[in-house]
């Protein structure tokens, strides 16, 4: 009886399993603070005192995520006790680390400033972006999207899109979400 009762369980789960056992690629993507958690999982490994310096996100969606395949979000840690750079890269797949001489995004002067945990999530950067004139070029076919996460005062995502010759840059507030100025 209990045998038979086993069998019918499973025969009625492997009945309700979908068909496919493929995810929607919408269903794995990652924004940039849920990759910051993975990440600083592995920096605490690396270094106790590791800080976060800066953030970058490439090949991100209209609507701040990086999906299966698509991009990474990319993690810069520093410590004290350290004289490389860790960098953390994270897709909805994959977990991957490095080390590096230490250096700072092309045309930033960070000092010693680090990023702390109260920063607005990717999604809300790209929403800053669209509502402050990006609307169009952000619904373009297939825009480049870069975002980076730098600790300026206030601390500031900088949202570069780009579709075919034209190209666009906003300035986003990291913890308001404000919109801080753009350029073409």
Not at 42 to 49: I, L, S, Y
Not at 144 to 162: D, F, T
Request: net charge neutral; proline share 7%; hydrophobic share 45%.
């Amino acid at each position: 009886m209990v045998r038979y009762w086993l069998v019918s369980v499973l025969a009625g789960v492997v009945a309700c399993a979908p068909a496919s056992s493929q995810i929607s690629p919408q269903r794995l993507r990652i924004s940039a603070q849920d990759a910051a958690r993975e990440a600083r999982t592995v920096a605490v490994g690396w270094a106790q005192g590791a800080a976060l310096r800066y953030v970058e996100g490439e090949g991100v969606t209209p609507e701040g995520y990086i999906l299966p395949g698509r991009g990474a979000w990319r993690f810069v840690y520093e410590a004290s006790n350290r004289a490389d750079q860790l960098v953390v890269t994270v897709t909805p797949r994959t977990l991957e680390q490095a080390t590096r001489p230490r250096q700072t995004p092309a045309g930033y002067v960070l000092g010693d400033a680090v990023l702390t945990g109260d920063w607005i999530d990717s999604p809300a950067a790209l929403a800053a972006a669209r509502d402050g004139g990006g609307a169009t070029l952000l619904a373009g076919q297939e825009p480049a999207i870069y975002l980076l996460l730098v600790p300026l005062s206030p601390p500031q995502w900088v949202v570069r899109v780009a579709v075919g010759a034209e190209s666009r840059e906003w300035r986003v507030n990291a913890r308001s979400g404000e919109l801080l100025g753009n350029r073409e």
